[in-house]
């Protein structure tokens, strides 16, 4: 049986203790061919299969930049995005901004550059006209959690996943409702091309 926590959180405001970056750094989209160029890179932890994923389906890349380094970076979707278990794909609310995949290169944490990343996306995706920006942490990632505090995100709900042998029950609290998170499975969204339901998962909605 495996089992998994994830906290929910949603950023909707800009925090100003996060949109200036050491001036020494770049902050910035990355285009598709630079992130392949970044791919290449084994430190990057960007695989070519993933970045061949992320980029079919219009997900964006924004990175800090140490000149030709590849300091930090995250990446944001409005599409179903695939979690771990990788069977399992996270969809939200078009209104917001999913965040996912946030990486800082070991010779640069302990600089924020993760919150000063995002929030200078969040700014960004904002003056496009989205609401906010959604993100999951999992429970025991202390790290990820300090950051996404740090920049003002507020925890609005979670998601328990519970599989085995390929099955998965998932249990979304109802705060999660308002932001339109739910799971969906694989399998039933290549067969049909809608959104798997209660036939490919055992979905609960929580009452708190």
């Given at each position: 049986?495996?089992?998994?926590?994830?906290?929910?959180?949603c950023a909707g405001f800009v925090n100003p203790a996060f949109i200036?970056?050491?001036?020494?750094?770049?902050?910035?989209f990355l285009s598709p061919a630079e992130i392949r160029n970044f791919g290449m890179d084994?430190?990057?932890?960007m695989?070519?299969?993933?970045?061949?994923?992320?980029?079919?389906?219009g997900d964006e890349c924004f990175g800090?930049?140490?000149?030709?380094?590849?300091?930090?970076?995250?990446w944001y979707s409005t599409k179903p995005t695939r979690i771990r278990p990788p069977e399992l794909f996270l969809r939200i609310d078009g209104h917001y901004i999913y965040m996912y995949k946030g990486f800082t290169r070991n010779r640069y944490r302990g600089q924020r550059l993760h919150a000063i990343g995002k929030t200078l996306a969040l700014q960004?995706?904002?003056n496009r006209g989205f609401r906010g920006m959604i993100s999951y942490v999992e429970f025991d990632n202390a790290d990820s959690l300090k950051s996404t505090r740090r920049m003002g995100a507020r925890l609005f709900g979670s998601i328990f996943i519970f599989g085995m042998?390929?099955?998965y029950i998932v249990f979304v609290t109802r705060g999660c409702r308002k932001f339109g998170v739910r799971i969906e499975r694989e399998r039933e969204r290549s067969a049909?091309?809608?959104?798997?339901?209660?036939t490919a998962l055992r979905i609960q909605s929580g009452t708190k």
């Open positions: 049986m495996r089992a998994k926590l994830l906290q929910c959180f200036e970056r050491p001036p020494q750094y770049v902050a910035r084994p430190e990057s932890d695989t070519e299969d993933f970045v061949a994923e992320a980029l079919a389906k800090i930049l140490d000149g030709q380094t590849l300091a930090a970076y995250s960004a995706f904002m042998f390929g099955h049909s091309g809608v959104p798997g339901q209660e």
